[in-house]
């Protein structure tokens, strides 16, 4: 062998040998777990999620990925955990994530009867990102945090409230809400939309 070769050879094995062992950072893990929260296996993008935490307990989507699992889990008091705890870290308001987890603690919020807490995390995100939609699942966008919004408002028995919502996505609907009457079309207004939602998803 050419002793230029052999020189070379021998050069690049002391490098490979030699190189330090590279450790994954907590956004490694985030980034694979919102890759398996993609793939549906939420056990396993949780683990993951928490794996990030454990190197940076600050890291706040690990916080909104951990939420989100629970969501999927159908477990809302653990993913209103995970959420409020991510949205108490969060310094900059504008930020995709502070979204992300205003939509699930809504979503979570509703799910446990707390309609007051759904609505104000709801009116929240609509009112600082209107035109949301959740990166991680196409199917949740901001016509589901209306819909919650009107549903919650009705559960506490402002339905004018509820009516207002509603004619955010249907500004030609209208009812009595004096009656008994118009409150039935109102609630079977919210479950149409809620129905459309489910169709085009």
Known sequence: ????????????????????????????YVEYGWTLYADRDYRAALAVFKEGLTLDSLY?????????????????????????????????????????????AALSY???????????????????????????DWRITVDD???????SHYAEGDFAESLSWVQILDEDFTADISTNVGRAELIDKIRALQNMQVDIQ
């Open 1 to 28: 062998m050419n002793k230029y070769l052999l020189i070379l050879a021998l050069l690049l094995t002391s490098l490979i040998g030699c190189r330090e062992k590279i450790e994954p950072e907590a956004d490694d």
């Open 60 to 104: 706040i989507d690990g916080y909104s990925g951990s939420g989100w699992c629970h969501v999927e889990f159908n477990n809302p008091d653990s993913a209103i955990y995970f959420f409020n705890k991510g949205l108490n870290y969060i310094t900059v308001d504008s930020s995709q994530v502070r979204f992300d987890m205003l939509a699930g």
């Open 110 to 136: 509703h799910a446990v009867g707390n309609y007051e807490e759904a609505i104000l995390k709801g009116t929240e995100l609509y009112t600082f990102r209107p035109l949301f939609e959740f990166p991680h």
């Open 145 to 151: 945090i209306i819909l919650l919004v009107a549903l």
